[in-house]
């Protein structure tokens, strides 16, 4: 029997629950009750044949309409005669679907969250009405949001780090874990003239609303002891800011990024050469350093899918960038090294050289097996050296 049942109609409601409709009711001019639902009911022929069904139907649903409204159709049966059948169904008022809903609870946090935001920040409304049950969600910290916004309100493009706001309850940390919300609400409170509509995402907020970004860092090692950056014997492993990196003036020829921890430790002393600690996705901290494209510069990553990916990227921004230890080669012989790639890369990229892409696409086709990878801290050290050697 497919006929509306009292369980339909409570997962009806639900539906109308999770688009938010119903709390946003309760902010918006719109009203949405009475509120009629759909339902499904005999046929004729029905009636007829199933008469007893019918009856119990209409006893089930009568029986359970404390918060729903049946309106009855009167119908002539030209055999069973004269019958008082459901046609329609409604919820009168926004109470009797909290009630079959069981969300008297979150409709009482949503009006509290609407009387404090049209007191505090009144512009927010709106996001409150297109975002209702998000607000839900972070109902126990949004007296902090909205103070944080109305912060931002009266210190326009502050140009100090997020740790330098000085607010009760505030730290800098919850700034940071709520970025994404935050750029909403500051996207609807601040005036347009106010945002650099340039940076986007978690990792241009900063940028966005006029705050002080942590500097970009690059870390490197200088493998020739004839070459000092620091007036101190032993290994010369640095790291400065990517601004002080791109000033810098070596007497060197050969840049070797490598994305491994270890085999940057491990790095071999080489003359007029130096390593970096590399950075996977993302070279944004080398885009200034224009001194790099001048020099003999090696990129060592991974052989598999996401190597190639990274060094595509990596060539975008330094096209002098050559590869090392990513040949068929060094993968063919360290076969019994292989391990498999998670999710490899599929998409066709455009800064490979030939003999590059022709090993890309052995990985990513699987000619070569199922998501062959190598990766580069599985290459013998002995191999390395040899390489190196021959540079």
């Not at 080398?286 to 990596?314: C, E, M, P, R």
């Not at 090392?324 to 998670?342: A, Q, R, V």
């Not at 990878?373 to 050290?381: H, K, M, T």
Request: hydrophobic share 40%; glycine share 4%; net charge neutral.
């Amino acid at each position: 029997m497919d006929w509306t049942r009292p369980n339909d109609i409570k997962e009806q409601l639900q539906k109308r629950w999770d688009s938010g409709a119903i709390l946003a009711s309760l902010a918006d001019d719109v009203d949405l009750f009475p509120l009629q639902l759909t339902l499904k009911r005999p046929t004729s022929k029905e009636l007829s044949e199933r008469f007893s069904e019918v009856q119990s139907w209409i006893s089930e649903l009568s029986k359970s309409a404390k918060n729903y409204r049946i309106e009855f159709r009167h119908v002539n049966h030209r055999i069973l005669g004269p019958n008082e059948v459901p046609s329609k169904i409604y919820i009168d008022q926004l109470s009797d679907a909290l009630v079959i809903l069981c969300k008297q609870k979150q409709a009482r946090v949503y009006v509290q969250l609407l009387e404090q935001t049209r007191k505090e920040v009144p512009v927010l409304v709106q996001w409150l009405i297109k975002r209702p049950l998000r607000a839900l969600e972070v109902a126990d910290v949004w007296t902090e949001l909205l103070s944080i916004v109305q912060w931002v309100l009266d210190h326009p493009r502050p140009a100090i780090f997020l740790r330098q706001i000085d607010l009760p309850c505030v730290h800098s940390k919850m700034v940071e874990s709520y970025r994404g919300l935050l750029s909403e609400l500051l996207d609807l409170a601040l005036p347009k003239d106010w945002i650099d509509f340039n940076a986007t995402g978690n990792n241009g907020f900063c940028r966005r609303y006029g705050f002080l970004e942590k500097p970009n860092r690059i870390r490197f090692r200088i493998l020739d002891s004839k070459v000092s950056l620091i007036s101190q014997e032993g290994d010369q492993d640095i790291t400065i800011t990517a601004n002080a990196f791109a000033k810098l003036d070596l007497s060197i020829t050969k840049v070797f990024i490598t994305e491994n921890e270890v085999n940057f430790l491990a790095f071999p002393p080489l003359p007029d050469s130096m390593v970096l600690f590399g950075a996977g996705y993302g070279f944004d901290n080398l885009v200034d350093a224009q001194w790099l494209k001048n020099k003999n510069l090696y990129y060592w990553g991974d052989i598999d899918t996401h190597g190639f990916a990274i060094l595509s990227q990596l060539r975008g921004v330094l096209p002098n960038a050559i590869s090392l230890f990513m040949d068929e080669k060094t993968l063919k012989s360290h076969k019994l090294l292989w391990g498999k790639e998670d999710k490899p890369e599929k998409k066709n990229l455009t800064q490979l050289s030939e003999a590059e892409l022709q090993l890309y696409d052995d990985l990513r086709l699987n000619r070569l097996g199922e998501n062959v990878r190598l990766e580069q801290e599985r290459i013998g050290y002995q191999y390395i050296l040899d390489v190196l050697v021959n540079l």
